[in-house]
């Protein structure tokens, strides 16, 4: 049964930095696209981040220059680097395990909470 694990939420101030993990159970993660999702209260999910298995990266524009995502195939792991963190980045953030094509699937994490303020 395939498991996604967050971790590394918590409050930080404006300006600050967070690093979310998030661990993959069974045999998936090499050959999954990761990514980072996350969902502010009242509002949709939306995108983050994504690695595919190749290290192709994409971020969304609020992100980027201030969050990295990467993985360490080794430890079924995928990160998100976060710095210079905003108010506005407050939010539940979820890891995601996505693939297309003929062996497809799509599993979530519970999220993890990261709360910016002073």
């Known amino acids: 049964q395939v498991q996604l694990v967050e971790s590394g939420g918590g409050l930080v101030q404006p300006g600050g930095s967070l690093r979310l993990s998030c661990t993959v159970s069974g045999n998936i993660f090499r050959i999954s696209t990761m990514g980072w999702y996350r969902q502010r209260p009242g509002e949709q999910r939306e995108l983050v981040a994504t690695?595919?298995?190749?290290?192709?990266?994409n971020y969304a524009d609020s992100v980027k220059a201030r969050f990295t995502i990467s993985r360490d195939n080794a430890k079924n792991t995928v990160y998100l680097q976060m710095n210079n963190l905003r108010p506005e980045d407050t939010a539940v953030y979820y890891c995601?395990?996505?693939?297309?094509?003929?062996?497809?699937?799509?599993?979530w994490g519970l999220g993890t909470q990261v709360t910016v303020s002073s």
């Open positions: 690695i595919t298995s190749t290290d192709s990266t």
């Open positions: 995601n395990a996505k693939r297309w094509g003929t062996a497809r699937w799509d599993y």
